[in-house]
């Protein structure tokens, strides 16, 4: 990698500190519209992406304590966005099953014009630099969960 001028790492520190914030903000006001916590609103978004998920298996990705699951599993349960279903050979194991239809009823109509603006704003990119951006997400993302992956081992 070439080196980077102050000047513009300055500028790209302070825009994606801006991101971040934003994105924490605009999530929070999310859950607080629909009912939820900020934290549960984005648990329940990592839950939606499996068809099920075992209370253990949430705990490992998250880095919650498997108590904190439990609450969580009984915050979300209450309000009919997943349920418990318990495996008859052994009634102590139980898979976690995202309710698609209650989540996307209550979150789409939080989302739409969000998804809209944002269609909007990436029609001003050109496919290389949608790519090059997405490069880049994807990239510290996987910074990002090996920070948080090594903070939860120590």
């Known amino acids: 990698m070439s080196e980077i001028n102050n000047d513009l790492m300055a500028r790209f520190k302070a825009a994606s500190r801006q991101y971040s914030d ?6 929070e006001a999310i859950a607080r519209k629909a009912g939820l916590s900020g934290a549960d609103h984005k648990y329940l978004g990592l839950i939606l992406q499996y068809k099920s998920i075992t209370a253990g298996e949430i705990s490992k990705l998250t880095g919650l304590s498997t108590g904190a699951v439990t609450g969580l599993i009984d915050r979300l349960e ?11 050979e052994d009634r102590r194991k139980v898979i976690i099953v995202p309710n698609m239809e209650n989540s996307m009823k209550l979150l789409k109509p939080l989302f739409e014009e969000l998804q809209l603006k944002t269609t909007t704003l990436l029609s001003n990119f050109t496919e290389d630099q949608i790519k090059t951006i997405e490069r880049y997400f994807t990239e510290a993302s996987k910074i990002m969960k090996q920070t948080t992956d090594d903070l939860n081992n120590k």
């Open 22 to 27: 934003a994105s924490i903000f605009m999530h």
């Open 78 to 88: 209450k309000k009919e966005l997943l349920e418990r279903q318990f495996i008859k």
